[in-house]
């Protein structure tokens, strides 16, 4: 079956049984956020226990503190009423295995799929590709739990978050299911 066909029929048996969701309000009733990777592999609502309605999930590639994440954190706080935030990222990010450079030669190469070996990314397509990927900043991730500290750090520092709400960084561990916290990154998180 077709991905479009699986989609839309698991979506018919989901509201199927929708029963009570109908209800929920639009504020997040734990009154939580979590910016988190866009990988697969990564389930907010299994690994933190979420139900609809609980809380905001905000994803990009690396769960990095971009300035549309923080955009999206700021409405969860001032707007939808979020008390508390945290940051995971995990083991094994895709965003570890290119930088800027690689990313910029690759969509030069071509616009086609490239592929991970041992040596990290590399284009298999035909061109052209487009030099546009030279302009952007992919917030790739040089040290795991760095990049933790550092996004945490910059919500923590930007004008339109408040001292009172905790920030929490955690690295999931793709091999076990577990969030580790990051102690420096919950530490430059700290309320005040
Ligand atoms: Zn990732």
Redesign the pocket.
């Known amino acids: 079956m077709a991905v479009l066909d699986e989609v839309l029929s698991a979506n018919g048996q989901y509201a199927a049984s929708f029963g009570a969701k109908s209800e929920l309000s639009l504020p997040p009733a734990r009154r939580f956020a979590i910016l988190t ?1 866009m ?1 697969a592999r990564l389930d907010p609502a299994k690994y933190a226990g979420l139900s609809e309605g609980d809380a905001h999930v905000i994803r990009n ?3 990095r503190a971009s300035d549309d994440a923080i955009r999206s954190l700021v409405i969860s706080y001032k707007l939808l009423g979020t008390q508390e935030w945290f940051v995971v990222h ?1 083991t094994n ?3 570890e295995f290119f930088d800027d450079e690689r990313m910029g030669e690759l969509l030069a190469q071509s616009l086609e799929t490239a592929e991970l070996g041992p040596d990290g990314f590399r284009d298999i397509g035909s061109g052209p590709g487009s030099t546009e990927g030279k302009q952007i900043d992919w917030l790739t991730i040089a040290d795991a739990e760095q990049s933790v500290v550092d996004d945490v750090s910059r919500i923590r520092s930007h004008p339109l978050v408040p001292p009172r709400i905790p920030i929490y960084g955690y690295i999931y561990d793709v091999k076990t299911g577990r969030l580790v916290e990051i102690s420096d990154a919950t530490e430059a998180g700290r309320p005040s």
Do not use: V
């Open positions: 990777c990988d590639a690396g769960g995990h990010c895709g965003m």
